[in-house]
T-cell receptor
Framework: DQQVKQNSPSLSVQEGRISILNCDYTNSMFDYFLWYKKYPAEGPTFLISISSIKDKNEDGRFTVFLNKSAKHLSLHIVPSQPGDSAVYFC???????????????FGTGTLLAVQP | GAVVSQHPSRVICKSGTSVKIECRSLDFQATTMFWYRQFPKQSLMLMATSNEGSKATYEQGVEKDKFLINHASLTLSTLTVTSAHPEDSSFYICKVQQYFGPGTRLTVL
């Protein structure tokens, strides 16, 4: 049972445009969400997170939006740069399980390609 | 700079041998560290939670006798893959708080 889903395996965007990566979840207990960027043969790099008490969190070019009623979150990257090309994973956790960033359930990832 | 380090970055071993992977927290002490693995073209899956001073907690389907975890100090956790087989070939990654290590690529021949 896939509790965190990223239905788009890949996304191609022109440099300078907005990249929108989507993630859906099924477990209503999840209350903390994170986005990671990953290159092949490297560990994931933490990008941004959001608690369920918020619906938006922004950090530079990255903004995460959370729609709890729809059990949906998205990552916006503006403007997109060729260096953003990587696999992006969303992850979710239940903060009462010992802490918000502890046991993470990951989506299957979306490969973002930013074309120059 | 790096928050979490792993050693080795890659290892190739023969079937039946044991392999030890180290994970170090560089910036802070961690009573809890997490071990994940990623098979090709799949997502990251939590294997176990490493607890300093007590036994590790394993996820369903992960054999605790095969994947030995030792959390010797507040900055070091080790994962030993015992009697490795080709199906254990994977990318093993540790996590401290929200930060992942660089990962270890294990290839079992």
């Amino acid at each position: 049972d896939q509790q965190v889903k990223q239905n788009s395996p890949s996304l191609s965007v022109q440099e300078g445009r907005i990249s929108i990566l989507n993630c859906d979840y099924t477990n209503s207990m999840f209350d903390y969400f994170l986005w990671y960027k990953k290159y092949p043969a490297e560990g994931p790099t933490f990008l941004i997170s959001i608690s369920s008490i918020k619906d938006k969190n922004e950090d530079g070019r990255f903004t995460v939006f959370l729609n709890k009623s729809a059990k949906h979150l998205s990552l916006h990257i503006v403007p997109s740069q060729p260096g953003d090309s990587a696999v992006y994973f969303c992850a979710a956790s239940v903060s009462s399980y010992g802490g918000a960033t502890n046991k993470l359930i990951f989506g299957t990832g979306t490969l973002l390609a930013v074309q120059p | 700079g790096a928050v979490v380090s792993q050693h080795p970055s890659r290892v190739i071993c023969k079937s039946g041998t044991s392999v030890k992977i180290e994970c170090r927290s560089l910036d802070f002490q961690a009573t809890t560290m997490f071990w994940y693995r990623q098979f090709p073209k799949q997502s990251l899956m939590l294997m176990a939670t490493s607890n300093e001073g007590s036994k590790a907690t394993y996820e369903q389907g992960v054999e605790k006798d095969k994947f030995l975890i030792n959390h010797a100090s507040l900055t070091l956790s080790t994962l030993t893959v015992t009697s490795a087989h080709p199906e254990d070939s994977s990318f093993y990654i540790c996590k401290v708080q929200q930060y992942f290590g660089p990962g270890t690529r294990l290839t079992v021949l």
